[in-house]
């Protein structure tokens, strides 16, 4: 080959080279300017109920065919259920609970109370169908304690991370105070007698008496169901909205509001509300209309 075709082979290698590197600079720089799009975050259909992390219960949004809706509606900003199908799927009746001389009488004597029982959403309380948490606390497994002086456990630390740390009670109470030390498929009063982890509220009442009170009067918790005296109603149980392993540092999150309702068409503000200020005669509390 002459030495000016081997010239203008390279020359015109070269010349390729630098059209393709100018391209892809230019392409480069091009995508650069171009503004990031925000990244759109996909619609929550998975949602927890009741505390986040704490029970295995979840559920998914789907449609039920015959009525053409979700059963299931995930909240959008929380990632907690906001509604499900029947409020009564699942339950069972509340049981007894000591008299309390209210003017209530607790209204579970006169009314339809049901709860969702805790037992199946307790993980190790499962792991065997029959036996439940005594299939390893049985006294041979693992042998009972002697006595219930707080001591290091190195098992259940996705429970409690440090046993000689329990977040419940400032130091006064340990696990054993609590959770029976023969029968660990009950929970034991302070004075040896076993409550079922269904109603936990009769051991929380044992100590937090005001708020028991309130509790069954309705005041505190949560019930949804029907208005009517005597009509059908789900109660909200303690350990439902409390940790009551880590309640010194979370003693409850409340989920975030969802966002205000759209106002109907033609509404410019929401001034009317104002009559419920104390300062209208109002039993509410006196703060500016809101406004969209």
């Known amino acids: 080959m002459k030495i000016g075709s081997i010239a203008k082979v390279i020359f015109s290698a070269a010349a390729t080279g630098a059209l393709i590197l100018g391209v892809g600079k230019f392409r480069t720089e091009a995508q650069q300017e171009q503004p990031a799009r925000p990244a759109v975050a996909a619609p929550v259909t998975d949602c927890f109920e009741s505390r986040e992390g704490y029970t ?17 509606i995930c909240s959008q900003t929380t990632g907690g259920v906001l509604w499900w199908g029947d409020p009564y799927d699942e339950t069972i009746p509340i ?22 029982p805790r037992e199946p959403q307790l993980t190790y309380f499962n792991m065997d169908p029959d036996k439940h948490c005594v299939m390893c606390h049985d006294g041979m497994t693992v042998p009972f304690p002697k006595d219930k002086k707080p001591r290091l456990i190195t098992m259940h630390q996705d429970i409690v991370e440090d046993s000689m740390e329990l977040m419940h009670g400032e130091g006064a109470i340990w696990c054993l105070d609590c959770h029976n030390a023969t029968n660990r498929n009950t929970l034991i009063d302070h004075r040896g007698k076993e409550i079922s982890f269904n109603q936990p509220q009769k051991l929380c009442g ?10 069954r009067m309705g005041i505190h918790g949560k019930r949804i169901g029907s208005w009517n005296a005597g009509g059908k109603k ?24 969802e966002p205000a309702p759209v106002l109907p068409k033609g509404m410019k503000n929401a001034a009317h509300e104002s009559v419920h200020a104390p300062s209208a005669g109002g039993h509410g509390e006196a703060t500016p209309a809101a406004t969209h």
Request: glycine share 6%; aromatic share 10%.
């Open 56 to 72: 295995a219960r979840s559920r998914v949004e789907n449609v039920v065919p015959e009525y053409g809706y979700p059963n299931i």
């Open 234 to 257: 789900r109660w909200w149980l303690c350990t439902e909205c409390h940790n009551p392993h880590t309640v010194q540092i979370n003693r409850f999150r409340p989920l975030k509001p």
């Open 95 to 116: 049981g007894d609970m000591p008299d309390i001389d209210d003017v209530t009488k607790g209204d579970y004597l006169t009314e339809d109370a049901v709860i969702k």
């Open 206 to 215: 044992k100590c937090h008496g005001v708020e028991y009170r309130h509790w």
